[in-house]
T-cell receptor, first 114, second 112 residues
Framework: DAGVTQSPTHLIKTRGQQVTLRCSPK?????VSWYQQALGQGPQFIFQ???????QRGNFPDRFSGHQFPNYSSELNVNALLLGDSALYLC?????????????FGQGTRLTVV | AQSVTQLGSHVSVSEGALVLLRCNYS??????LFWYVQYPNQGLQLLLK??????LVKGINGFEAEFKKSETSFHLTKPSAHMSDAAEYFC??????????FGAGTRLFVKA
């Protein structure tokens, strides 16, 4: 059973560019959450998707947007990249309504903005 | 508002010694609490979770944690540290909403 898979694993972009990160949830999961983990910090919630809709959003600007597809996979898009967007981006999947169960995390995408 | 605080950004123990990583939460409702471990350049792996069934929770790799409502704490312990336990540990909480709140993390160093 494949767990959560993210692509690419590493990415280098230039300031002002746009980037798309991808996530496939664990088999059987229908909810995808995205987190940003800056160096030396804990993961920060960006947003969560269920039924192709954004259900909740953290304190991130509109430059961060997302999408969920009918097969539950998801994309995270970041426009007008800033140096401060450099971080490990983690995708987590879970089942709707199951907040008492853990989210399963992917290995992350390391984004470097230069 | 919900928050999770981890006391100590770095903890160093000798191999074979007790591991104690501290976590306190702030929540208006009983939370679901988790401990995750992260190895370098890896995602997060669940160690254990508290979901109100039992206050003492046992997890993988010999770790356990005790939920103490009176102290709003959920400290992680392991009786005997192993070199392979060196990693970053995150305490996290969810009050039934959509998002899980993470602490800032504690890096565990294990000395030979």
């Amino acid at each position: 059973d494949a767990g959560v898979t993210q692509s690419p694993t590493h990415l280098i972009k230039t300031r002002g560019q746009q980037v798309t990160l991808r996530c496939s949830p664990k088999s059987g999961h229908d909810t995808v959450s995205w987190y940003q983990q800056a160096l030396g910090q804990g993961p920060q919630f960006i947003f969560q998707y269920y039924e192709e809709e954004e259900r909740q959003r953290g304190n991130f600007p509109d430059r961060f947007s997302g999408h969920q597809f009918p097969n539950y996979s998801s994309e995270l898009n970041v426009n007008a990249l800033l140096l401060g967007d450099s971080a490990l981006y983690l995708c987590a999947s879970s089942l709707v309504g199951q907040q008492n169960t853990e989210a399963f995390f992917g290995q992350g995408t390391r984004l470097t903005v230069v | 508002a919900q928050s999770v605080t981890q006391l100590g950004s770095h903890v160093s123990v000798s191999e074979g010694a007790l591991v104690l990583l501290r976590c306190n939460y702030s929540s208006s409702v009983p939370p679901y609490l988790f401990w995750y471990v992260q190895y370098p350049n890896q995602g997060l792996q669940l160690l254990l979770k508290y979901t109100s069934a039992a206050t003492l929770v046992k997890g993988i790799n010999g770790f356990e944690a005790e939920f103490k409502k009176s102290e709003t704490s959920f400290h992680l312990t392991k009786p005997s540290a192993h070199m392979s336990d060196a990693a970053e540990y995150f305490c996290a909480g969810n009050t039934g909403g959509f998002k899980t709140i993470f602490g800032a993390g504690t890096r565990l160093f294990v000395k030979a």
